[in-house]
């Protein structure tokens, strides 16, 4: 390979990598990154807010498992692009952030702009450093992309100071090299297979590890041949088709619900690809005594309700298998956990016909869920909406809901919607957001419409933060701070180009909702909410009986 300059072979490390898109802003520190890209077979999305290219890339890398690229200036760029990278690192999900810096000569002085970016992404990312020679940068990208996809997955980052880019370097592409997989022990495997053949009233839980290592149709194998119900956490949806027998849908909502009632009858917790940051054992084993077989491709985190007895620690699939053939639970009864089953269905569906307006949370999820296909895919906002999403949004397939529930930022919907659509352009995408975490990310919706995706975003519009508000009312029976005004969404959305609607009755949800997905550019749809339902809600989980 003839001579380039740094930020050329950067490119060409990241051409090597697989990479079709990077999102996010031009600077002046990244200059000759954008001139070399001109050049590249890799598409750049200019985004109108680094921290929305940080959730396009946190989006993209959870879907497909390859790391989602961002890029961004120095300084407040940079500052910028950190929510989206923690929120990916925290969630579990390949990133590789770039950012430009200040030249090498001008670090050891106050300068323009400068920021030790090193140190100010060191507790967000998995690893990262910055390019101090030309001819170390295909170890540096290598080693960025190998951490951020190996399990666990998270963000890596990148600096690379303008002086440096410029240089001249010979240099080429590091081969990759190919990623073996690890293989739990003999002893963990019989241990396990034990346990569970003596348990009683044994429960699954089952968490977004288990969707990563593509092993839903082994576990939903494993779960019907053993006869053990099984429960998934927010970021797990999916991974047993919802319609199963022995699915009890989703946990992990800070009160009590139905799922509480499994957990408070369960003589084992097995938990497949379970991340204590999607939903604390504190939780649901707050003595610590439940006993678990934690059965993941990485040990267990320490917590003191988290204390396995057993740990499989190895590709999550084949030990789910190696388990199987050992286990024997053919003379074991139903549990008492799948009785529950009845209870948690007929509360979804009453609300099928509900035409209260404004609309209930639980009717509209209901009414999203009738309109969208088994393949196609729901990416939610954080506010009051995404527990409602939580509870009542269900799944046949992996990745078809995707939930931030370990960083929980605001403002992923809409960016998070127009990954989704690059990645999966033939399914339907519909970005669920509330009105608060709508205006913190709305700016996307051009690049939407620029970059040709069309997805829908429904609003759920209350006037303030409901989430915050539903956790005042039941901590103090009062809310203060948490109102605003909103302008109007569908003169917002057409001023940009886009579809916009209104929601006026209940039944006009689906045959809008419809219309709005049959559009070829981005739609908007405010859909008035009526949030007191939280509060019913958590009054009536509070007197939630578990006796069967």
Known sequence: MGELNTA??????????????????????????????????IQFITTRHEQGAAFMADVYGRLTGKAGVCLSTLGPGATNLMTGVADANLDGAPLVAITGQVGTD??????????????????????????????????????????????????????????IAAMSVVGEPLRKDKQEKSYASYQGLNEAAAAISRANNPLILVGNGAIRAHAGSVLTEFATRLHIPVTNTFMGKGVIPYTHPLALWTTGLQQRDYITCAFEETDLVIAVGYDLIEYSPKKWN???????????????????????IVEVVGDISDSLMEILHRADRQSKPTPHACELRADIRADYEQYATDDGFPIKPQKLIYDL????GPDDIVISDVGAHKMWIARHYHCDRPNTCLISNGFAAMGIAIPGA???????????IVAV????????????????????????????????YGLIEWKQQNHYGESAFIKFTNPDFVKFAESMGLKGYRIAS???????????????????????????????????????????
Not at 130 to 145: C, D, G, L, M, N
Not at 369 to 372: D, F, K, T
Not at 419 to 425: Q, S
Request: net charge negative.
């Open 506 to 548: 209940a039944a006009d949800l689906i045959p809008t909702l419809k219309e709005a997905l049959a559009q070829d550019v981005p739609a908007v749809i405010d859909c008035p909410i009526d949030y007191s339902e939280n509060i019913r809600f958590s009054q009536k989980s509070g007197g939630l009986n578990c006796t069967i």
């Open 106 to 163: 001008r670090m050891h002085i106050e300068s323009h702009q400068y920021l030790d970016l090193v140190a100010m992404f060191e507790p967000v990312t998995k690893w990262n450093a910055q390019i101090v020679r030309p001819s170390i940068t295909p170890e540096i990208v290598r080693k960025a992309f190998k951490r951020a996809q190996t399990e666990k997955p998270g963000a890596v980052h990148i600096d690379l100071p303008e002086n």
């Open 418 to 428: 127009l990954a989704a659509k690059l990645v999966y352009p033939d399914r339907k």
């Open 286 to 308: 707050p003595e610590g005594k439940i006993p678990i077989i934690h059965i993941n491709a990485t040990p267990s985190e320490i917590d003191s309700s988290y204390i396995p």
């Open 8 to 41: 050329e072979l950067l490119v060409r490390c990241l051409e090597n990598e697989g990479v079709q898109y990077i999102f996010g802003l031009p600077g002046e520190e990244n200059l000759a990154v954008l001139k070399a890209l001109s050049n590249s077979s």
């Open 369 to 372: 869920r009738q309109v969208m």
């Open 433 to 464: 957001t509330g009105d608060g975490g709508f205006m913190m990310n709305c700016q996307e919706l051009e690049t939407a419409l620029r970059v040709g995706t069309a997805f829908v975003t429904i609003i759920f519009n209350d006037g303030g």
